[in-house]
């Protein structure tokens, strides 16, 4: 719903941008698929962190990036750069190269980065297949994603750097084990998770293209996650998130605020669509009081012990 009395969120007048999922679907497949395959470079180079927390990509001041990945003795970085549009490889012996981010199939980047990382003596070599996606194309075989509108890209950064600033505020105040704020390249989302510190029952699998393995080790203790993500074909607009695993009794029925948000029977979430936020008079508190509404909906129906796990600030 418009609100015509609020200045419009695509001007400078406010820093969340507006992101119509249906003007920029096209450009978030192709950007999903591309951020796979820079993704899977970090998975190949990495060593195994607890949760998968070793495969994400991380918000910057310019767009996405990897941070350092080892090459035997040396380091290297990929960064998404979505101001200048451009993906950019740096090296810890001070080679440098870049990539324009442009219209061009999924197979024409993943051929012309392989290139440039050999050219670079990094042989990195990944699993082609695309993640968590049904019926995925190899990337050297994808023709049919070639879509990138470079302002809609920088309006979905714009949205990413607003949740992971705002995301961070949350997990500040969250003492018990904790994830970083981070962007998973195989759901294209920006996730936070809280842990109670107990064990969960085994998770079923059955993600697409995802061993069912990774899935039970990165569900391996009881959760409440939240995060944002730009849609999808199931949801068809950017909201952000919050589920709980395992999902307590009566989670579903919580009463989870602000007034826009609601429990998703399909996707066993609760979302607030990115409007609501992008829209209010505070966007911050708007999604600060979802966040916590939603995890307080998990930790008092999971019976959490809250009193250990959260910060108490001076008065």
Known sequence: MAHADLPDPGTNSSPWPALDYAAWKDTCVTLHLWTQIVGKIRLTQTPWLNHSWHVPLYVTARGLATSPMPFGARTFQIDFDLIDHRLLIETSDGAVTTLPLKPRPVADFYRDLMAQLAALGLGVKIHTTPNEIVDGIPFEQDQQHASYDAAQAHNFWLALVQS??????????????CSPVHFFWGSFDLAVTRFSGRTAPQHPGGVPHCPDWVMREAYSHEVSSCGFWPGGEMLPEPVFYAYAYPEP???????????????????????????????????????????????????NLGTWDRAALERTLPA
């Open 164 to 177: 992971d600033r705002v995301l961070k505020q949350f997990r500040a105040r969250f003492i018990g084990k």
């Open 249 to 299: 009794p009566g989670f579903s029925a919580a009463a989870v605020r602000p007034a826009g948000a609601r429990y998703n029977p399909d996707l066993h979430e609760f979302i607030l669509p990115y409007d609501e936020v992008r829209r209010a008079d505070a966007p911050d508190a708007r999604l600060l009081d979802f966040l916590q509404s939603s995890y307080e909906a998990a930790a």
